[in-house]
């Protein structure tokens, strides 16, 4: 029988007589436990027309199609004529295991007429009768919170297409145990539990026959993402954002410090005491440049891990890495270079005030700037690089991969070599 909106509409489905059968669990008695895991992603289709050809399929005897139709209709509406429907055509088929879940499913809701209810039963004893006790038995995790446990049917047509089971363990003395009936032929257990590795399990079943199947997952030397990415941008981009403010700070402060002394507003009159004062600002708002960089350049890092996709993360911290190197050279240079140019204005002896303030104002400008990018450039290059090492690193630690990392000197500086 199949369920219409309007009521019961008679097929050519012949339900067998009412036996005590084998008693083979079911893969979940709980009718709120969802709908088979689509493996096709969403159908879009006008709901009425897609009722309508699993109905048509049904009739020209296309049962698997029209179960396919109909648990998608389930899935994408939740109504339970739809689940029984759905029974119906995996019954025709000959898919007796989702049969057996679906009426389970469908027998625990609340409402069902004497006569359904009545036809249902009669339809899942048959469906027992055709079904071989599998036992399936988790060791080692002291907890499944979290977990998930399925069974799919490995098939041997492409045509014959099966959605996985769920399966709910419960604990035992020692082990996470579940009984279910499943089709004589050959399936696969599959389970993920937060932080150990996942198992997948081939295994045969045969008539006549108890199988007992054993899933031992190990502990996941690979972290999962929440546990390490998430608290790597937190970190890299709060506290980068936190140094690049303190940096604008001082490169600001010390900016306007530097202004007052060459103007003269701040200059007690002594020349030699107002260059001394003057280096000090400059490397101080070297020092503040270089903070905004690091800040800058360390958000960038931490930004980067919250790209989901794996490869072009990688890509681009191995990017960030080589170009906060080459940055990092550029700085030091830099910073050399302006120093130079700003140690040079001061004259020998011990001019007076206007005199050297007229030097600076026409060539130490130059100078200073260049010191300042310097200083911002070292730490841009120093941001981008250690965060972007650091992130390497750390996805090279979770994948449970051996990191190899070499320093060599050469005429030009350091290389850094690894494999990530």
């Known amino acids: 029988m199949l369920h219409t909106s309007a009521g019961m509409l008679s097929t050519f489905l012949l339900i067998g007589a009412v036996g005590p059968g084998e008693t083979a669990g079911s893969a979940t008695a709980d009718p709120a436990a969802g709908a088979p895991e689509a493996s096709d992603g969403a159908v879009r289709g006008d709901r009425k027309q897609r009722e309508e050809q699993a109905f048509r399929l049904y009739q020209a005897g296309r049962f698997a199609e029209a179960a396919l139709e109909f648990e998608a209709l389930w899935r994408d509406f939740a109504e339970v004529r739809y689940l029984y429907n ?59 919170a979290g977990a998930t446990l399925t069974v799919e049917h490995v098939a041997d047509l492409a045509s014959d297409l099966r959605p996985p089971l769920r399966v709910s363990p419960t604990l035992t003395q020692d082990a996470w145990t579940a009984a279910i009936g499943l089709d004589p032929g050959t399936w696969e257990a599959h389970l993920e539990v937060p932080g150990y590795a996942p198992v997948h399990t081939e295994f045969a079943v045969q008539s006549g026959q108890k199988i007992d199947v054993v899933l031992r997952p190990e502990r996941s030397a690979r972290a999962p993402a929440s546990e390490w990415r998430r608290p790597f941008a937190l970190g890299f981009g709060i506290g980068g954002a936190v140094v690049a403010a303190a940096g604008i ?110 030097l600076y104002t026409a060539d130490g400008r130059r100078g ?23 992130g390497l690193l750390l996805t090279r630690h979770a994948a449970g991969a051996t990191k190899k990392v070499s320093v060599s000197p050469t005429l030009g500086g350091l290389v850094l070599s690894g494999h990530f």
């Open 368 to 390: 200073a700037t260049i010191h300042t990018t310097g200083g911002a450039l070292l730490g841009l290059g120093v941001g981008l690089a250690g965060s972007a090492l650091t």
């Open 86 to 144: 759905a029974a119906s055509s995996r019954f025709t088929v000959g898919h007796y295991a989702h049969a057996t879940d679906y009426l389970t499913r469908y027998l625990g809701t609340a409402g069902l007429s004497a006569s359904d209810r009545s036809d249902a039963a009669g339809q899942l004893a048959e469906a027992k009768r055709h079904l071989v006790s599998v036992q399936l038995r988790v060791e080692g995790p002291p907890s499944l």
């Open 249 to 358: 700070g001082i490169t600001a402060g010390e900016s306007a410090r530097s202004g007052q002394l060459v103007d003269g507003t701040k200059c007690s009159g002594n020349a030699a005491g107002c260059v001394d004062t003057l280096s000090s600002t400059l490397n101080g708002r070297a020092w503040g440049a270089g903070l905004l960089g690091l800040g800058v350049g360390a958000a960038i890092g931490g930004a980067t891990a919250v790209m989901p996709n794996d490869r072009r993360r990688r890509l681009f911290w191995i990017t960030e890495a080589s170009t906060g190197t080459v940055l990092t050279l550029v700085g030091i240079v830099s910073l050399a270079v302006g120093s130079k140019t700003a140690n040079g204005l001061v004259p020998p002896g011990d001019p007076d005030l206007a005199q050297w303030s007229s």
